[in-house]
């Protein structure tokens, strides 16, 4: 059953083997399991849509962001890296050291779904007397730029966007920390560009090759929304619906959101994830990530050969912490540290602790 049930569950490989890339019957496979998986998330919307329209509709214009996000200590600067303009974002005073090798080392943060670079803000504090540290808005979020079309948003071109910031922002290589969606970018990064990673920080998002094998149907119960967002113009309905009430309810909802410092989650930090994902084009950008999961090429053969570091609230409702399980068959050389009454949303829900354990690592690897 189980067996079985993985075939269902990730059909990737029986998608790139047995159907053609850009087939009918691929596309219309793909919408059959989004409608199976989604079905009461689909119902649910169109009794809101029937009962409350003017509600379910309703959208707040935000022309400006709140204040936390202009804060002077943060300097922000575009990049220009594989055809597009990204929106960078560091903390403190500017490393004006023109001497590479005299230089802070980078520290090149992606943030997740449904975020943008603020979500590195306790990161970028307490790191960047040390490091460069950047966060990055990833294509089609918040201020960078947004591409029309589901093309652009490949795996492939995602690493890309990378390498070309790395190199953008005058480095040859760099640590790269990353969570949730950022994560399954940095790990095809690894793979398929070792030569640009110094090290590998990852916060709640699996090994590409132990996802596929340690998948159940509990982690199918969760990942529903993988697949509904395959579907077109439903996701961004759903995700923009009551004034993107989803936003607020992924951080400060008792479900999926913060366990530690849902508290500490602000009005204003609310307003700030729904000011980015408001932005025009963001929605269909952001979700364009998961349409082109099962589209995805093969990692390369071997082993992963950067030194990783994986942190894991293990109070993750979307991604469970089993997941991980055969890790070390997978990464030469791998630390998994499991975060305590932790959400997925680990860089922002233990700061201080996860911070604390990239310090030791990084001084011992």
Excluded at 22 to 30: C, G, K, T, Y
């Amino acid at each position: 059953t189980v067996s079985s049930f993985r075939f269902l569950y990730t059909p990737r490989d029986f998608l790139l083997t047995m159907l053609p890339r850009n087939s009918l019957l691929r596309v219309l496979f793909i919408y059959a399991v989004a409608v199976f998986s989604a079905l009461p998330a689909i119902l649910a919307m169109v009794v809101a849509l029937i009962t409350q329209p003017r509600k379910f509709l309703r959208r707040k214009k935000r022309t400006s962001p709140p204040a936390n996000v202009t804060d002077p200590n943060y300097t922000h600067v575009f990049k220009n890296a594989n055809g597009l303009q990204f929106h960078t974002v560091t903390y403190g005073k500017r490393d004006a050291t023109p001497d590479p090798k005299r230089r802070k080392k980078l520290m090149l943060c992606l943030h997740g779904f449904p975020e943008f670079w603020y979500s590195w803000r306790f990161q970028m504090k307490e790191f960047h007397r040390d490091y460069h540290v950047v966060a990055v808005d990833m294509r089609g979020y918040g201020d960078s730029d947004k591409p029309a079309g589901r093309a652009q948003y490949t795996q492939a071109i995602l690493s890309r966007d990378v390498v070309g910031l790395i190199a953008a922002l005058g480095y040859d290589s760099c640590i790269l920390m990353a969570h949730d969606w950022g994560g399954i970018v940095a790990w095809d990064v690894a793979y398929r560009y070792p030569q640009v990673l110094d090290r590998l920080i990852i916060f709640n998002s699996p090994n590409p090759r132990c996802f596929v094998r340690q998948s159940g149907w509990s982690q199918f119960r969760k990942s529903w929304y993988i697949f509904f967002f395959h579907l077109p113009w439903l996701p961004e309905l759903m995700m923009c619906a009551d004034d993107y009430k989803p936003i607020g309810s992924s951080f400060k909802g008792r479900k999926i959101g913060l366990v530690r410092r849902r508290d500490e989650f602000s009005s204003q930090d609310v307003e700030a994830y729904k000011y980015a994902f408001s932005r025009p084009g963001a929605a269909t950008a952001a979700i364009n990530y998961y349409r082109n999961i099962f589209y995805t090429d093969r990692l390369p053969k071997g082993k992963c050969q950067v030194k990783t570091l994986v942190l894991w609230g293990l109070e993750d409702n979307a991604l469970e912490f089993k997941l991980n399980d055969g890790i070390k068959s997978e990464v030469a050389d791998v630390t998994l540290v499991p975060i305590e009454k932790c959400s997925h949303w680990s860089p922002i829900d233990a700061p201080e602790e996860a911070n604390e354990h990239i310090r030791k690592w990084l001084s011992t690897h």
